[in-house]
């Protein structure tokens, strides 16, 4: 990779991390057990542009940083981990294509072990919530999210612009 590459290649992974705070962060709805926010969209970006390592990395570091700059709730580390496995898991499934099946199984992995289970488990080692309380509350929230990551994944996944941008960057 060339310098001027690597130049704009760091440049728009910074860009990207910084609408995912922003979209994290400042655009998303958070109650105590639950949170709706749209940065699943650029993680997704993310993981056609870069490698999954690189968007786990960047997906963590946004998730510290929209922390660090914008609390909304006690600060735990887990949720780092939850927001790294899940541009992880998204980067594994969309860098080299994308397809219905990876769609589903991805969201499913984020959504329902990543999010429901692990995220839970956070909620209940910092508030000491219930178990019961917290899965159905937030199986339910999972469940509509479900329906609409896959929907909205779905749609930008067949975006001409998208996949020529991400086809021009990834040819470099």
């Known amino acids: 990779m060339t310098t001027h590459a690597s130049v704009k290649s760091i440049t728009l992974l910074g860009v990207l991390t910084a609408m995912q705070i922003m979209l994290n962060s400042l655009l998303s709805v958070q109650f105590l057990t639950t949170k709706i926010a749209f940065a699943f969209v650029v993680v997704a970006i993310t993981s056609r542009l870069f490698s999954p390592l690189v968007t786990a990395g960047s997906t963590a570091l946004a998730y510290f940083l929209g922390m660090v700059l914008f609390p909304k709730f006690t600060f735990f580390p887990g949720f780092i981990l939850t927001a790294f496995l899940t541009?992880?898991?998204?980067g594994l499934a969309f860098s080299r294509q994308t397809s219905l099946?990876?769609?589903?199984?991805?969201?499913?992995?984020?959504?329902?072990?990543?999010?429901?289970?692990?995220?839970?488990?956070?909620?209940?080692?910092?508030y000491l919530t219930p178990w019961s309380a917290l899965l159905t509350t937030r199986f339910i929230q999972e469940i509509v999210s479900y329906i609409i990551y896959t929907s909205v994944l779905i749609v930008l996944f067949k975006v001409p612009v998208i996949n020529q941008l991400t086809t021009r960057f990834n040819a470099k």
Do not use: T, Y
């Not at 541009?87 to 998204?90: C, H, Q, S």
């Open 87 to 90: 541009g992880l898991v998204f």
């Open 101 to 126: 099946p990876r769609i589903l199984l991805a969201n499913f992995i984020v959504l329902f072990i990543l999010n429901l289970f692990l995220n839970s488990l956070w909620l209940h080692l910092m």
